[in-house]
Antibody, heavy 122, light 107 residues
Framework: QVQLVESGGGVVHPGRSLRLSCAAS????????IHWVRQAPGKGLEWVAFIGFDGSNKYYADSVKGRFTISRDNSKNTLYLQMNSLRAEDSAIYYC???????????????WGQGTLVTVSS | EIVMTQSPATLSVSPGERAILSCRAS??????LAWYRQKPGQAPGLLIY???TRATGIPARFSGSGSGTEFTLTISSLQSEDLAVYYC?????????FGPGTKVDIK
C-alpha cells in the first residue's frame, strides 16, 4: 500500500535551516508529483510546494518562495524540503502528500504522510 | 491567488441526520475541487475529488456537488466517526489553496 513517512522535524532557532525528508513506498515514486502541505498548531492547512515526477516542474507558496527548496531523489524514493531562514510562523506540522495524477500533477492529494513537527523558536 | 471560504465554521449534527457543508471560491475553479477530512489527531485524508468523485474506500453517504465557484459536501446520515474538520481545496490554479475548514460536531 502507498506509504509516505516524513522525518527531519525538530526545534530550530529563527534564521537557521532544516531539511525535511519524505520516504515513499508502495507505488512507483518516479511517476508521481508530490506536495508539501503544512499545518500550524490548531490552524488549517496551507499548501507549501509541489514537485513534478522528474523534478522539472516546481511550484511554491509565496510565503516560502526564495527560502524553501523542494527536491527529490527518485533513486532513493525520497522527497526533500530544504528550509532556510526559518521564521516563527513556519512552525507547523509538515505533511508530504502524493498528487492523484501521475506525471506533473494538477490533481488532488490522495495519500498523505503522518507529518513531522517543526518548531521555530529562540 | 484563489481564496477559498467555507461555511459554517462549526456544524453540530445529531447521528443519522444530514450535514451540508459549503465551499466558495473567489473565482471559477471549474470542477477542480476536492474535499478532505481530518479526524482529531490524524493527518488529512481525501474524501472527494473533481467535485463529486468519491476517493477509494469512501462510503456513499458522502457526496459532492457544484461547479465554478459554489460547492457542497453532503453527509447524508452522520455517523459518530464523522467527527472531524472538513477542508475544501482548489487545484485549478497555482498556488493550491485550502478553505479554512468546517468543524463537524456530533450533537
Amino acid at each position: 500500500q502507498v506509504q509516505l513517512v516524513e522525518s527531519g522535524g525538530g526545534v530550530v532557532h529563527p534564521g537557521r535551516s532544516l531539511r525535511l525528508s519524505c520516504a515513499a513506498s508502495g507505488f512507483t515514486f518516479s511517476s508521481y508529483g508530490i506536495h508539501w502541505v503544512r499545518q500550524a498548531p490548531g490552524k488549517g492547512l496551507e499548501w507549501v510546494a509541489f514537485i513534478g515526477f522528474d523534478g522539472s516542474n516546481k511550484y511554491y507558496a509565496d510565503s516560502v518562495k526564495g527560502r524553501f527548496t523542494i527536491s527529490r531523489d527518485n533513486s532513493k524514493n525520497t522527497l526533500y524540503l530544504q528550509m532556510n531562514s526559518l521564521r516563527a510562523e513556519d512552525s507547523a506540522i509538515y505533511y508530504c502528500a502524493r498528487d492523484i495524477l501521475s506525471s506533473d500533477g494538477g490533481g488532488s492529494l490522495d495519500h498523505w504522510g503522518q507529518g513531522t513537527l517543526v518548531t521555530v523558536s529562540s | 491567488e484563489i481564496v477559498m471560504t467555507q461555511s459554517p465554521a462549526t456544524l453540530s449534527v445529531s447521528p443519522g441526520e444530514r450535514a451540508i457543508l459549503s465551499c466558495r471560491a473567489s473565482q471559477s475553479v471549474s470542477s477542480k475541487l476536492a474535499w478532505y477530512r481530518q479526524k482529531p489527531g490524524q493527518a488529512p485524508g481525501l474524501l472527494i475529488y473533481d467535485t463529486s468523485t468519491r476517493a477509494t474506500g469512501i462510503p456513499a453517504r458522502f457526496s459532492g456537488s457544484g461547479s465554478g465557484t459554489e460547492f457542497t459536501l453532503t453527509i447524508s446520515s452522520l455517523q459518530s466517526e464523522d467527527l472531524a474538520v472538513y477542508y475544501c481545496q482548489q487545484y485549478d490554479n497555482w498556488p493550491l489553496t485550502f478553505g479554512p475548514g468546517t468543524k463537524v460536531d456530533i450533537k
